[in-house]
Every structure is written in C-alpha cells, then in structure tokens.
C-alpha cells in the first residue's frame, strides 16, 4: 500500500519513512514543463532507487523576501501545488520558510 502525500514543514523532523529519498528542490510556481522534466527525473530516480520522491520548495516566494515592493502574481498558491504534486506521485512536499536568515546561509549549513 503507498502511502498517503504529505505537506510538511521544516519546523519538524522529516518522518522516518520519507528519510533517504530524492528530492527536487525549488520553487516550482507554474509547473511548467522544464519544472515538470525535473520532478519526472525525481521520480524516475527514486523508482529505481525504491525511495520516496520528495519536493522541497520555499514559502513565501523568494521574490518577495528580496523585493517586496514588486507585487508578485503567484501561478500555483501552496495548496495547489501541493495538489499538483501529489497528482504527480510525490510522497511528500516539504515547505521551507524563506527568510533572509534562510537565504544568507552557507551551502553546508
């Protein structure tokens, strides 16, 4: 039995079973078809690896931490993209709070 998709956040630890997956990480508004050639490759991986397929992405957009005097026209609100993700074969979206402490930090942090 598969299990059912989660929306997580990063305020909790990842749930044992979703641990060692493969994860596409980015924003992904719109999913458009290059977002969709790398969630396709993110499965693909983890089908033949026999671990979950995860996205990780940020909420709110980057843009608007850095610019948020610029309206920003959002294609996919978070609960969309979650469905659109699930209906993919994603066994989880994981959401990270995009600050500007998240975003100054090292690659290695």
């Known amino acids: 039995m598969t299990q059912a998709f989660e929306r997580l956040s990063t305020a909790a630890p990842l749930p044992a079973h979703l641990r060692g997956g493969v994860v596409a990480i980015g924003n992904f ?3 458009h078809r290059g977002h969709q050639a790398v969630l396709e490759r993110a499965l693909a991986e983890a089908g ?3 671990v979950p397929a995860l996205v990780l992405t940020f909420e709110p957009h980057p843009r608007k931490v850095f610019r948020p005097q610029v309206p920003l026209f959002v294609l996919t609100p ?3 993209k979650a469905r659109l993700l ?5 066994a989880a979206l994981v ?3 995009f ?3 998240f975003a ?5 942090a």
């Open 29 to 31: 508004d719109g999913v």
């Open 48 to 50: 033949r690896n026999g």
């Open 78 to 80: 978070p609960p969309m």
């Open 86 to 90: 699930a209906g993919f074969g994603f």
């Open 95 to 97: 959401e990270q709070p």
């Open 99 to 101: 600050t500007r402490d």
């Open 104 to 108: 100054s930090l090292s690659a290695e």
